[in-house]
């Protein structure tokens, strides 16, 4: 019999690798190795201050200095994603939304049965303490994950704001943004304490830690997988500039929407044309690998804060309206998000209005140049190439410019910076506008997507094996089949959750 060092190696310490090392190493009897190419803090005294603070996201100092182009027509620019255990869980605004059933039971329709909103329901569940409902039909009450929502006394004065404004324009009130049902304006659902950001590496890797059996091996990155007569075997990784391999029996790649087809390609899978171009033997050949890259685009007004309203150390969002755009079919397709701050202008905090389409019908994708394991792909995202997202943004611009005009914003506010009245009037000034400043809402999915063999964009199947071959699955937000109408954090979770299940039933003695 072959002896491997690890049972199960899980490449990428993010929303998905955490969960499926924390609860595949509930077993005790298998042995897991966790990889992370940024470093590990191992308790809350060392963790940085930019990781604890959830009122900003942390930008620089744990991120991968990535780029990317929205439209065709907008400016290259940076690309936030979290680099350090905990992945972009680690860094971001902890917006804690589930998405609606409709999502999950299209991927269903697309070949995955067993991704209906039936199936997923207990891992949403599973993976939250929801701390305002605690456990009911639709909540969890004993996750690794907290969740709770803002109450009005503690609203910065923009976000309660924003909630009146809503209800003077006629919004149904919600009392749960994730109640499947639901609709309306609310203070969020969000995964933190106080201003602590509750991360994977908090809620999962916290407690599971300490396992004999789990190694967590930071500061490492992971070249590519290595396989045997068609079966992963293990990986070859680089810790401080020395190149070594590892076995296991299966391998995890966790390594988020833009790496792990990064990863794909340099271990010799993907579409044929790229592996040959970078001279990469195929071990094989599937065309899906970085296509069809989804995300939630964004735009909105600008606007000037009465002085003493906007604060670099509020909360950034607290709040949100969910709505079905004009005309559309797709429930809570939609966001309007206020920003309490954006950046400053000619000395002037200013603060946002983001509308933003949460279920987009463009696709992008990603371009490899260099097999270097350095190399950053190109992201290519397209938005708004579906004329039907660029209808949804431009209704949710104007309702927008119909909150900023309220009575509630205005008590707050002195107006709109842009667009400027000129753009508004004119649609020939306004189209171009749209186009250039549309922005990512930091949800890049669906690179490796799931679905059946005979599906030629498929990567994985239901199960998150890699078609074609033995012994590696996908576990993280590139194997979604559309991008979810949530903001990606807990639904990467919940495929972290079923997929450590799996893996945990497979490798169990
Ligand atoms: C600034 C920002 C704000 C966001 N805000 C929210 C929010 O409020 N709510 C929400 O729901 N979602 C939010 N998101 C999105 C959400 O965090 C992601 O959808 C989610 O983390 C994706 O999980 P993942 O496992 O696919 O990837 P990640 O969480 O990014 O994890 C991938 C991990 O793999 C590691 N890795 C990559 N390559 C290698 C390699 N070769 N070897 C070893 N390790 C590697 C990375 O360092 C990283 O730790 C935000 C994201 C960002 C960046």
Redesign the pocket.
């Known amino acids: 019999m072959t002896s491997f060092d690890y049972d199960l190696i899980v490449?990428?310490?993010?929303?998905?690798?955490?969960v499926v090392a924390a609860r595949v190493s509930e077993d005790p009897n298998i042995r897991v190795l966790l990889?992370?190419?940024?470093p590990d803090y191992p308790n809350l005294e060392a963790l940085p201050e930019d990781l604890q603070n959830v009122n900003h996201?942390?930008?620089f100092d744990h991120?991968?200095a990535l780029r990317y182009q929205p439209t065709t027509t907008s400016r290259v620019s940076a690309f936030?994603?979290?680099?350090?255990?905990?992945?972009?869980?680690?860094?971001?605004?902890?917006?804690?939304?589930r998405g609606v059933p409709s999502d999950y039971d299209e991927w269903a329709s697309l070949g995955n049965p067993l991704w209906s909103w039936e199936k997923v329901l207990p891992a949403f569940k599973r993976l939250e303490t929801d701390l305002d409902f605690g456990e009911t039909a639709i909540h969890g009450g004993s996750g690794p994950l907290p969740i709770r929502r803002h109450t009005r006394d503690e609203l910065v004065p923009y976000q309660a704001a924003f909630l009146d404004a809503c209800a003077e324009l006629g919004y149904q009130q919600c009392l749960d943004h994730n109640d499947p049902v639901d609709t309306g304006y609310a203070p969020h659902p969000?995964n933190k304490r106080g201003t602590l950001r509750i991360s994977?590496a908090i809620a999962y890797l916290g407690p599971a830690r300490d396992r004999p059996n789990l190694t967590i091996r930071a500061d490492?990155?992971?070249?590519r997988v290595v396989f045997q007569n068609g079966e992963a075997t293990g990986v070859e990784?680089r810790t401080a500039g020395v190149i070594e391999s590892i076995s296991a029996r299966q391998v995890v790649l966790?390594?988020?929407?833009?790496?792990?087809p990064?990863?794909l390609v340099r271990s010799g899978i993907g579409p044929r044309d790229v592996l040959d171009r970078l001279g990469i033997g195929a071990v094989r050949e599937l065309s899906g690998v970085g296509q069809h890259m989804q995300d939630h685009p964004a735009i909105g007004p600008t606007l000037v804060p009465k002085p003493g309203i906007a604060d670099f150390n509020q909360p950034v969002?607290q709040t949100t309206l969910r709505y079905t755009a004009t005309g559309s079919d797709d429930f809570n397709d939609m966001q309007l998000e206020p920003l309490s701050f954006m950046h400053y202008q000619g000395g002037t905090l200013l603060m946002g209005l983001a509308a933003c389409v949460f279920k987009s019908y463009s696709y992008g994708c990603l371009e490899f140049e260099s097999a270097d394991?350095d190399a950053k792909p190109r992201l290519l995202m397209d938005y708004l190439s579906d004329e039907r997202d660029y209808i949804k943004l431009v209704d949710g611009l104007r309702r927008a410019m119909e909150i900023c005009a309220t009575k509630a914003v205005a008590a707050v506010s002195d107006g709109v910076r842009r667009p400027t009245d000129a753009e508004l009037a004119d649609p020939a000034l306004l189209a171009p506008w749209i186009r250039r400043n549309s922005a990512t809402?930091?949800?890049?999915?669906c690179t490796a997507r799931m679905g059946p063999a005979d599906d030629e964009t498929a990567v994985v199947d239901e199960r998150g094996m890699v078609h074609g071959l033995r012994g590696l699955r996908i576990?993280?937000?590139?194997i979604m089949v559309r991008v979810p109408s949530?903001?990606?954090?807990?639904?990467?979770?919940m495929i972290?959750e079923r997929m450590g299940a799996w893996a945990r039933e497979e490798l169990g003695t």
Request: charged residues 10%; aromatic residues 2%; negative net charge.
């Open positions: 490449v990428g310490a993010g929303a998905g690798g955490a990889i992370e190419s940024g996201s942390s930008f991120d991968w936030p994603r979290g680099r350090v255990t905990g992945g972009s869980s680690a860094v971001n605004t902890a917006i804690a939304l969000m994977t490492t990155d992971v070249r990784v966790a390594c988020g929407a833009i790496h792990s990064a990863v969002i394991i809402g930091a949800h890049p999915s576990a993280d937000a590139s949530a903001n990606t954090n807990i639904p990467t979770i972290g």
